[in-house]
């Protein structure tokens, strides 16, 4: 039996049993069970999509810088190389040479670059809370260092290869400089495109964490703490002295009792509701809340029709406008609902009860911005095991000083007892979006450093490898000015290329991302032509001093020296 019957079995279990209709069982892989159910991990499978690929990306990056430095010194070797061969030198011996040169470079590479893992390690760590252990991180490295070398070597042999297989080559290989270094200018925009990708991430990473952070949630969380009963305070009459010590507490300003939790998303949706005019065919999931007469109040949110109910009021319910419309009630305030009880009869279905809707909330958002707004059902009823107390704007510290100091003349351990204020949670479900933003913009200054390393070493070989015809240029009566627009046009060239193989790819990996969050931020076209006007900037920066100086030498002695 193939897996997909098997899930389809399983899935109508429950109707085959004549057991409640409205449960559906289903299989989900092992594999997917830590990131489908834990929530709350800090990261999503999109991040680690996306940090796995920022890597490789990284990787690239220094490849291309690597290639591109290479092949300048190949070409300002190929004289000496070819002298070689003329006196005797095997082909091999040219190529064992060289290749003991670069592996001696590379392990040091290597070392200095252990060196530093080992020395950043306990401050990465800390970032995603993550442990790695110091054996198993040696031995990664090691893995990856092999295999960087083998790709470095394997490309490294190319070019000597076809050096002394081609024995048209003489000791006079002008012909061979003169041609156009396509491989070195694609190794420089390959770069460029690395680093615009970066970039953009780490800003579309920004923007969203500035979207989250002042999103409207349709409710007051500043100057709100949530108090949460653990399971080793067994004794009421404690919980009961506790919340009597916070009513006599001056700072404090509203005291309401709640199973409304802040999270990624809901595991429990109910689907037994019932109203008139509801169709035999809808079966829409509901969020559900308990809580007390002063919920309202103390979140401050705002009411669109009806009042909250009062404190004596029993069987009511206030909807959020989602629920309103879900359920199609074009007059909400007086109508009558029915939602199951949690008691399940005989035949398997859930006993229901009687609700009568007194007001109508305007939407807030119960769970990050992952998650969309759901059709809401706030009830009546008082949860022991969570309060949440609003406090005079600033005095959050100062009261949670003064209740933790209340815990011990009331005899509770201040371990049994959690409290947090809302933005304090709000920062950890943003957590992933704050590590990612910080990750991001360290690849993206690594990698534009690397870029521009490599961009400077090409200058340098450019500036070289064209004295000679900058020299006649200014003979002929070019100005300085001239000179330097023809590096500038190559360069700027160069960049708006790269963005144009990079910006469609960074849009799509970040468009992607952005998918999964409810609630998200756009991508606007300002963002991606800035991005790319900086690096051009940047880039004229770095080439400016080089193209200067050899644009101000003397020609005579350039021409002396070409001679």
Known sequence: MDTETLAGQIREFTSQIAANPNIELRMLPIAD??????????????????????????LF????????????????????????MVVGATGRQVILQMMFELTSVTVLALALALCLVVTVRPALSGLPDLSVELPLLIYQFVVC???????????????????????????????????????????????????????????????????????????D??????????????????????????????????????????????HILDTEVEWTGKSINEQPAFESINADNRFAE??????KQGAWWNESDQHKVVLNEEAVRVMGLHDPIGAVIRMGTGWIREDGTRSMKEYEVVGVVRDFHTLSLRSRIYPLIIKEGSPDLMRYIRVLPGQEREVIKRITASLADIDIPAADIQLTPLDDIYDRLNHAEQIGFRLFSVLATICLLISLFGIYAVVVASTQRRRKEIAIRKVFGAEVRDIVRIFVREHTLQVIMAGVVALPLAYYAMHRWLQGYAYRTNIPWWLLAGVVFGIIVVVLLTVLGQVLKAAHRNPAEVVKMES
Not at 61 to 84: K, P
Not at 175 to 191: C, D, E, F, G, T
Not at 298 to 303: A, D, E, K, P, V
């Open 298 to 303: 103390t979140f401050r949110l705002n009411m």
């Open 33 to 58: 069970v830590r990131h489908r159910l834990n929530t709350e991990l800090p990261f999503t499978l999109g991040f680690i999509r996306l940090f796995v690929a920022a890597g490789l990306l990284l």
């Open 145 to 219: 260092g092999v295999l960087v070398m083998a790709l470095m070597c394997i490309t490294a042999v190319f070019p000597l290869w076809r050096l002394i297989r081609l024995p048209s080559y003489k000791l006079r290989v002008t012909s061979y400089k003169k041609q156009a270094p396509i491989l070195r200018r694609m190794a420089v925009v390959m770069q460029l495109a690395v680093s615009v990708v970066f970039i953009v991430a780490a800003l579309v990473v920004m923007m969203q964490l500035r979207f989250v952070n002042h999103k409207d949630l349709g409710f």
């Open 61 to 84: 990056s220094a490849f291309f810088n690597f290639l591109n430095l290479y092949l300048g010194l190949f070409r300002q070797r190929i004289r000496e190389l070819r002298q070689r």
């Open 221 to 266: 969380r500043r100057g709100v703490i949530q108090i949460t009963r653990m399971w080793q305070v067994t004794d009421n009459n404690k919980w009961t002295a506790l919340m009597h010590e916070l009513e006599a507490m001056p700072q404090i300003v509203n005291i309401t009792a709640s199973d409304f939790e802040l999270q990624h998303d809901t």
